[in-house]
């Protein structure tokens, strides 16, 4: 910043006493070529980048709707020291709707903690597989025989693959479909992104703080998209 005020105290003194019709087309190109060269010189080539990254899970499976905590500070880091980005912003979302992204301190105490929470908040279907299942309770998403309830839902399984207009292929797609309306509300609460800064080629987050992956309906291995943005 101070190496483009000088300039522009410069190019500014030198005019000073010139008419504007004075103040030549070339003297203004050579203005714009030294601050663009500046600023680049001075903040490094810009960096627009995206990765999407498998985590697997650390919990024993198999998958049983239960509610996970998985850091994702290391994997960050490791793309971030990649990327040559010293300021800008990393992105994280996830790329499912039963995942949510947050930040928080990583520690397996404080992870129990936030599952019994979270299922107390939004307690499993009785009819689901979780241990957790709760007599009376009942969703409306996991009526699965009324699914697809419009035409639009029905051409939404068409695009992800399923023949739903054969009625075997329609009872496939049910048999598979998980009773998990809990997973999708509390994925809805706590959200499915994170930006956080990156200055001097570092993530700025506190002390004890760690970007998590929260899956609200695994064991499973998840994805989740990076999006480096910024400058070297």
């Known amino acids: 910043i101070m190496r483009l005020l000088i300039i522009l105290t410069i190019w500014n003194a030198s005019t000073a006493f010139l008419a504007p019709s004075q103040v030549e087309f070339g003297h203004r190109k050579n203005l714009v070529e030294l601050l663009a060269a500046t600023t680049s010189s001075a903040i490094g080539a810009p960096v627009c980048e995206y990765k999407q990254v498998t985590i697997p899970t650390s919990q024993p499976g198999p998958p049983q709707q239960a509610i996970s905590v998985e850091d994702l500070t290391p994997v960050i880091n490791l793309y971030l020291s990649e990327s040559g980005m010293k300021q800008g912003t990393v992105t994280v979302i996830s790329r499912h709707t039963t995942t949510a992204i947050t930040i ?5 105490r404080l992870a129990k903690d936030m599952a019994r929470y979270f299922l107390q908040l939004a307690p499993p279907d009785e009819r689901s597989s979780s241990a957790e299942a709760k007599d009376g309770v009942k969703y409306f998403h996991n009526d699965i025989d009324e699914r697809p309830e419009s035409e639009e839902e029905a051409e ?3 695009e992800n693959g399923w023949d739903i ?6 009872q496939a797609w049910r048999d598979q479909e998980p009773i998990n309306a809990h997973s999708h509300l509390l994925s809805m609460l706590l959200g499915s992104s994170e930006s956080i800064p990156v200055v001097d080629g570092k993530m700025v987050i506190g ?5 998590l992956l929260v899956d609200l309906d695994g064991p499973r291995d998840r994805t989740v998209g990076l999006q480096f943005t910024g400058f070297q």
């Open 207 to 211: 002390q004890w703080q760690s970007v």
């Open 104 to 108: 928080n301190e990583r520690e397996s």
């Open 156 to 158: 939404r399984c068409r």
């Open 165 to 170: 207009d054969d009625p075997s292929k329609l």
